[in-house]
């Protein structure tokens, strides 16, 4: 497998590169912060900031490791997978060994450079439908919001099309692999029958988590 992200470590720089040519310039930051812990054993309260009672996975375990401050680099996968959860870290089961074998080789950058979070914290205990993804991402939006902020990345990696919709609102990632965009600004809206979707923020709308500080580099699913 070839990677489409091409990124470039070098002392207290870094250039991200697509297709041989550089895109962006990321500098050096020192990154100060907490990381969210898990309060209480109730399953409605696992972690604070996100929406857990409406979630369609707040039956399922926490797997919430601290994230390594001081990265230039975010990587923001879609959920844990089984190993994560028994083990409780994130990219350590076959997903996170396709990253650690085809994809980071071909990019120059460690995983000691990353910081890492999901876009879910718990892992879903069966395939969900479109709409179900909606609102598990609209209930953990607010939690991912912080997370981001306390990582100050100077690039997010969005690692598959449901870190990508949840970073950027765009549903298809195929056309925009490699290609550096916008976050977007995310309201969470209740829907008539009572599940949960997301908009775009307007003018007179409650921000659920705002991403558009930030540059997001959307990359296929490392077991795509």
Same mark, same amino acid.
């Given at each position: 497998?070839?990677? %489409?992200?091409?990124?470039?470590?070098?002392? @207290? *720089?870094?250039?991200?590169?697509?297709?041989? *040519?550089?895109?962006?310039?990321?500098?050096?930051?020192?990154?100060?912060?907490?990381?969210?812990?898990?309060?209480?054993? %109730?399953?409605?309260?696992?972690?604070?900031?996100?929406?857990?009672?409406?979630?369609?996975?707040?039956? %399922?375990?926490?797997?919430?490791?601290?994230?390594?401050?001081?990265?230039?680099?975010?990587?923001? @996968?879609?959920?844990?997978?089984?190993?994560?959860?028994?083990? @409780?870290?994130?990219?350590?089961?076959?997903?996170?060994?396709?990253?650690?074998?085809?994809?980071?080789?071909?990019?120059?950058?460690?995983?000691?450079?990353?910081?890492?979070?999901?876009?879910?914290?718990? =892992?879903?205990? =069966?395939?969900?439908?479109?709409?179900?993804?909606?609102?598990?991402?609209?209930?953990?939006?607010?939690?991912?919001?912080?997370?981001? =902020?306390?990582?100050?990345? +100077?690039?997010?990696?969005?690692?598959?099309?449901?870190?990508?919709?949840?970073?950027?609102?765009?549903?298809?990632?195929?056309?925009?692999?490699?290609?550096?965009?916008?976050?977007?600004?995310?309201?969470?809206?209740?829907?008539?029958?009572?599940?949960?979707?997301?908009? *775009?923020?307007? +003018?007179?709308?409650?921000?659920?988590?705002?991403?558009?500080?930030?540059?997001?580099?959307?990359?296929?699913?490392?077991?795509?």
């Amino acid at each position: 497998m070839k990677a %489409s992200l091409r990124l470039c470590l070098t002392g @207290g *720089e870094s250039a991200t590169f697509l297709c041989g *040519e550089p895109v962006a310039k990321l500098q050096t930051t020192t990154s100060v912060g907490v990381s969210i812990k898990a309060t209480g054993s %109730s399953p409605f309260s696992k972690v604070p900031l996100a929406n857990c009672a409406a979630c369609p996975c707040n039956q %399922s375990p926490l797997v919430n490791p601290p994230i390594k401050l001081g990265k230039k680099i975010l990587l923001v @996968g879609e959920a844990p997978g089984e190993v994560e959860e028994q083990r @409780g870290e994130f990219f350590v089961g076959p997903t996170g060994e396709l990253l650690n074998e085809r994809i980071l080789p071909f990019s120059g950058v460690k995983r000691n450079d990353l910081a890492i979070t999901n876009v879910l914290l718990c =892992r879903p205990a =069966r395939k969900l439908a479109p709409g179900e993804w909606k609102q598990a991402i609209a209930c953990c939006a607010p939690r991912l919001a912080n997370d981001v =902020r306390n990582a100050k990345p +100077k690039l997010i990696i969005a690692a598959g099309k449901r870190s990508l919709h949840a970073l950027s609102g765009r549903a298809q990632i195929t056309a925009l692999t490699g290609a550096p965009i916008n976050g977007w600004r995310l309201t969470a809206k209740e829907k008539e029958d009572g599940s949960i979707d997301l908009k *775009e923020s307007g +003018k007179a709308d409650t921000v659920t988590a705002d991403f558009t500080k930030y540059t997001i580099l959307p990359i296929m699913h490392p077991a795509w």
